[in-house]
């Protein structure tokens, strides 16, 4: 049985080199989809195509592989993975889990695509960071901090210090019920050692928005630090 899914992982292959041709997703997706793709978060048709044409410029040519199962709410669900070539030549790929809804016109309503594993280990890890602040069940967002902050991390803002993942879990409570953002882009990233420096640009309610960057300290695979810099969100004037 062909799942949207299917028609999906066809349709970003089929683009190859062209990312113009990524326009067919429109005949898939809802107009205020929203889409969760390695830690990236947009909502709407047009942002959603969008999100993916930046993506496939990366790329100098990628081939998917993907399963897909459909369950009885409707919902289909599987894995991917993603192997190519990018820009400068260099082999790499990427996988990890992926969910789809469909609506009443059996067009997709919210893509959530994970990101697990890769050959750029520093986008894996800014996405699995990213995953955890999307999280709104604490049980859930604990047992995935587990998995990418150390015991002890340390969250610093400009303002404030948080320590722990039970401090760092609260805290990411807190900030979802004020001001839980509409759209995540990850500009660029680089790592030198320990540390990946990255760039970020928030959507929030009010078409506010925030740019700013973090610094990641690892320890082995896991982040030990996080330290914030950004603008102030409510000093943003509204576009």
């Known amino acids: 049985m062909t799942t949207v899914l299917d028609r999906y992982f066809e349709i970003v292959d089929s683009a190859g080199g062209h990312p113009a041709d990524l326009a067919d997703l429109r005949d898939i ?3 205020n989809v929203l889409l969760m793709h390695s830690g990236e978060m947009v909502q709407g048709r047009n942002p959603a195509v969008d999100l993916h044409v930046a993506q496939a410029a990366k790329w100098a040519r990628s081939k998917h592989r993907w399963t ?9 669900t ?3 993975s993603r192997s190519g070539q990018d820009q400068h030549g260099h082999g790499c790929h990427g996988e990890g889990q992926v969910t789809a809804a469909v609506d009443a016109d059996g067009r997709i309503s919210r893509l959530h695509l994970t990101l697990t594993d890769g050959s750029d280990r520093a986008r894996v890890l800014i996405a699995r960071h990213l995953e955890v602040w999307t999280m709104p069940d604490p049980t859930e967002r604990a047992e995935a901090m587990a998995g990418i902050y150390t015991e002890g991390i340390r969250f610093m803002e ?3 210090v948080f320590v722990g993942r039970e401090v760092l ?5 807190v900030v979802r019920r004020k001001a839980s953002p509409l759209r995540s882009r990850v500009v660029s ?4 050692r320990e540390f ?3 760039t970020w640009d928030f959507g929030f309610p009010g078409n506010r928005t925030a740019v700013g960057l973090e610094v990641l300290r690892l320890d082995g695979d896991l982040i030990d630090t996080v330290t914030v810099f950004g603008s ?3 000093a943003e004037s509204a576009r």
């Open 68 to 76: 897909s199962s459909v369950g009885a709410d409707g919902s289909v």
């Open 232 to 234: 102030d969100r409510d």
């Open 29 to 31: 997706l809802a107009e």
């Open 189 to 192: 990233h680089t790592r030198n």
């Open 169 to 173: 879990n609260e805290y990411i409570d």
């Open 196 to 198: 990946i420096l990255w």
């Open 158 to 160: 400009p303002d404030d």
């Open 78 to 80: 599987g894995w991917w």
